[in-house]
């Protein structure tokens, strides 16, 4: 397996577009993880799914985001319309149910200009 | 919010054995430990976990108090590329959210 897989690994945008930014799970895995990490702030948890279904959204920071899982093997995180506070690297994660091991994209860095 | 505490930073000269400590005390009933790292630029990589024994794997050692309230994880013999900011995540259970602290940053000194 290649492993979790997100896309683009850069993204600069102007302050007011939209932003996607996709991630593609390990082929099995049951819970998907969306994260934000600044250096002000560290890793912070946005978003769980647990069979596709959203079960902790408590780290959404605001409307602005929201996240999608159609099915097993596609997540997406959006921001529109972006901010430049929204500035960050936006990492994805899988695990697989029973397993405690989760396993980390190479992250999106999105630059809000 | 974490419910664990690891110093900020820590040195280690390389080849030795760098042992990072940390406090879980909050930690109850079947709650693992988990540690994770995150070398620059790069996505967090699993370590090792543990409930109440000492584990080994490939990686490292994670020893445990008896009373489960603090642990250490162990790199027996530590090379630049060990270089990494250290979390110590839990307690939690095997299914939980997973939730960064601020962890502990350990430069391998050549």
């Known amino acids: 397996d290649a492993g979790v897989i997100q896309s683009p690994r850069h993204e600069v945008t102007e302050m007011g577009q939209e932003v996607t930014l996709r991630c593609k799970p390990i082929s099995g895995h049951n819970s998907l993880f969306w994260y934000r990490q600044t250096m002000m702030r560290g890793l912070e948890l946005l978003i769980y799914?647990?069979?596709?279904?959203?079960?902790?959204d408590s780290g959404m920071p605001e409307d602005r985001f929201s996240a999608k899982m159609p099915n097993a093997s596609f997540s997406t995180l959006k921001i529109q319309p972006s901010e430049p506070r929204d500035s960050a690297v936006y990492f994805c994660?899988?695990?697989?149910?029973?397993?405690?091991?989760?396993?980390f994209g190479q992250g999106t860095r999105l630059t809000v200009v | 919010d974490a419910k664990t505490t690891q110093p900020t930073s820590m040195d280690c000269a390389e080849g030795r054995a760098a042992n990072l400590p940390c406090n879980h005390s909050?930690?109850?009933?079947?709650?693992?430990v988990y540690w994770y790292r995150q070398i620059h630029s790069q996505g967090p990589q699993y370590i090792i976990h543990?409930?109440?024994n000492n584990e080994t794997n490939e990686m490292a050692s994670l020893i445990i108090t008896e009373d489960r309230k603090s642990s250490t994880l162990i790199l027996p013999h530590a090379t630049l590329r060990d270089t990494a900011v250290y979390y110590c995540i839990g307690p939690m259970n095997r299914d939980d959210k997973i939730i960064f602290g601020k962890g502990t940053r350990l430069h391998i000194l050549p």
């Open positions: 799914f647990n069979n596709n279904v959203p079960i902790d």
């Open positions: 909050t930690i109850s009933g079947n709650e693992y």
């Open positions: 543990g409930l109440k």
């Open positions: 994660a899988s695990r697989d149910r029973g397993n405690t091991e989760a396993f």
